[in-house]
């Protein structure tokens, strides 16, 4: 590894991991890796195998990106982020191969919590809400509502998913059996109710 990196930071004999690169304490790169100049990679990450990062390229502290996910410039992944095996990402909307559009790269943004399943893809430009729930082999192609569980092809709002990774009541209010939480209507969405206030 000829990047920066924090402590205990593992990188396997197989992986690639460029100069200019910055990676967190306590992150594991796994076999056939590469991430490149620029990208930044945050504390107790884990790329499992096959994972490309490319330049420019920002993961929070505690992600979870499974086996031959390519991370394209123009996306962030916040804290606590799964990216479920062979999701993919894009970065342009209309590519062809003959015509350059490095300079039409749209951003896409993964906020904290939420879980993309395998085989889903991310049309680029879109924002995932905090806590939403992708499901395997969904296409998202407009933005996604923080604690949505999203499926289909296109994707749908098909439910609400708690914090835990558990789904919610119909209509998303009310309290998650598996851990207590609570959810309350919030504009078009929902919102965790703060227990010290009782509101969202």
Request: overall charge neutral.
């Amino acid at each position: 590894m000829s990047a920066s990196g924090g402590a205990d930071v593992f990188v396997h004999e197989s992986a690639y991991v460029d100069a200019g690169a910055t990676i967190g304490a306590g992150t594991k790169i796994w076999h056939f890796c590469h991430v490149m100049p620029g990208a930044v990679i945050g504390e107790r990450c884990s790329l499992g195998q096959n994972v490309v990062v490319m330049n420019g390229t920002r993961i929070g502290n505690n992600a979870k990106i499974q086996n031959n996910v390519s991370v394209y410039e123009g996306v962030e992944l916040e804290d606590d982020v799964f990216c479920g095996p062979s999701m993919v990402f894009t970065n342009v909307i209309n590519p062809r191969s003959h015509v350059s559009r490095k300079s039409e790269y749209k951003r896409t943004l993964v906020k904290r919590g939420s879980s993309i399943g395998a085989n889903a893809t991310i049309v680029c430009g879109v924002t995932l809400g905090e806590y939403a729930f992708i499901g395997a082999g969904a296409v998202i192609t407009k933005d996604v509502l923080p604690y949505a569980l999203m499926a289909g092809v296109p994707a749908r709002r098909i439910g609400w998913m708690c914090e835990c990774g558990e789904r919610l009541p119909d209509g998303g209010v009310g309290t998650c059996a598996a851990c207590g939480t609570s959810y309350a209507r919030r504009g078009e969405g929902i919102a965790r109710v703060d227990s010290s206030q009782g509101t969202p």
